[in-house]
């Protein structure tokens, strides 16, 4: 395999999860009848560039299509995080009603809906239809496209340049790294920024993270990899924050090399520096990681059994595909998880790929008043257990299997 960046050759192997369906392909009933395609869900490490990535299967077209079912806005924690983000980046530059905001993966409009709330004109890009329809009905312009440097110099010519771009959550979703970034330094205005979120390659290692692996995550990222995509592609990376949300994420802030003004901060060095002591940029660091995840898939397994032995039922909340991941490496099915929860309508009545456990309205926990409810999406673990904290009034109780198990109280 070669690097999706540097193209060198790529060898060293961090964790091998068997094969497993795309984990946002939600089974219509009548799918059931029908076999799912399984494909090898396999991460390996490049030790030119130090990009963390999966072995290439599946086409991106195959896997955010029509029938996409993550709509942002569900999770109220983070609609909270969107919202601040978007006060702060107009306190720290001026953003108002002459500026124009352009997000990458726009989904629902969970963000651009706060932009478009102070008057400030913004543009959302969104390739997969259902999430662009729930955008377009909160008032958001959608471009309904996969974005690159193809479709930035097309916005660009129609005079949509940005002041301030954003990608949440998607720099690791795409295949051709080089072309996504190089469509910002095209589309960005000569002195405009952009923002990255993305989860931490360092968060999902120290902390076994490896739920967080799956098809439509091409790259697992680290600050180290990161600014030398950009600098390949002509941005400059100019501050670096960490931020809490999706079990330890980083926000990089960066523009384009050849016109932006904006000073770099100490943080950039610092968190570099951060990556190196902890190993990242060598082989070592990645060792190991294989028996960690055996170790929590096991200790997951003995868990249900032994729920299972006692006539305990097990359900699950949210049909996150954290889970998905969690569930087909498992080898869980309906046997042992009864059902899991979700307050997406765009999910509810379908069955989770793979395991084709059957995803149900929340109202389905009062009506079951299962023993355990396993917490499939962990890093919004306190939010659910506040909004579900009737499953203590019949004596059930909450389970987390990552990065260990434990049972809440």
């Known amino acids: 395999m070669k690097c999706r960046h540097c ?5 060293l192997v961090l964790v091998d999860l068997g094969s497993a369906p795309p984990s946002n392909a939600y089974l219509a009933p009548e799918a059931l009848r029908a076999p799912e395609t399984w494909w090898p869900l396999r991460v390996l490490v490049c030790e030119r560039c130090w990009l963390a990535q999966t072995d290439d299967f599946v086409q991106a077209d195959r896997l955010f299509n029509a029938d996409y079912a993550y709509f942002s806005a569900y999770s109220t924690g983070w609609l909270a995080h969107a919202e601040r983000y978007v006060a702060d980046m107009v306190a720290r530059f001026g953003l108002d009603a002459g500026s124009h905001v352009v997000e990458v993966a726009a989904n629902d409009g969970y ?5 478009k ?14 999430t662009a329809a729930a955008a377009r009905a909160r008032g958001i312009p959608i471009v309904e496209a996969f974005f690159g440097v193809a479709l930035a110099e097309e916005l660009a010519r129609s005079g949509r340049q940005a002041d301030l771009m954003t990608a949440n959550n998607v720099l690791g979703h795409v295949p051709d790294v080089n072309d996504f970034v190089r469509g910002f330094t095209v589309l960005l205005k000569p002195y405009g920024v952009a923002t990255f979120e993305f989860h931490h390659l360092q968060r999902l290692v120290d902390g076994c993270q490896f739920d967080t692996i ?25 501050d670096v924050e960490e931020q809490p949300t999706h079990g330890g994420s980083l926000r990089v802030f960066a523009q384009r090399a050849d016109t932006g003004t904006q000073p770099r901060t100490a943080a950039v060095a610092t968190l570099l520096a951060a990556e190196t002591t902890a190993g990242l940029r060598g082989a070592p660091y990645y060792a190991g990681f294989q028996e960690r995840v ?3 898939k096991n200790d997951l397994l003995s868990f249900l059994l032994q729920a299972r032995a006692e006539g305990r039922t097990v359900a699950a909340y949210g049909a996150a595909a954290k889970g998905n991941t969690l569930l087909n490496f498992a080898g869980v099915r309906p046997d042992l998880v009864a059902f899991v929860v979700d307050r997406n309508p765009a999910k509810q009545g379908r069955f989770l790929p793979g395991s084709r456990i059957p995803v ?14 396993l917490i499939l999406p962990w890093n919004l673990r306190d939010e659910v257990m506040r909004e579900q ?8 109780r909450f389970v987390t299997a990552v990065p260990e198990l434990r049972i809440w109280p």
């Open 7 to 11: 193209a060198a050759d790529v060898g």
């Open 294 to 296: 055996l170790t929590v």
């Open 214 to 238: 799956y098809h439509e995550h091409f790259s697992y990222l680290s600050l180290t990899a990161v600014e030398t995509i950009f600098a390949a592609a002509g941005l400059a990376v100019f």
């Open 389 to 396: 904290a009737r499953v203590g009034e019949w004596g059930g």
């Open 360 to 373: 149900v309205g929340e109202e389905r926990l009062t009506e079951a008043r299962p023993a355990y409810v």
């Open 117 to 130: 709330a102070r008057g400030i004109p913004c543009t959302g890009i969104e390739p997969t239809a259902s």
């Open 111 to 115: 963000l651009l809906q706060y932009v």
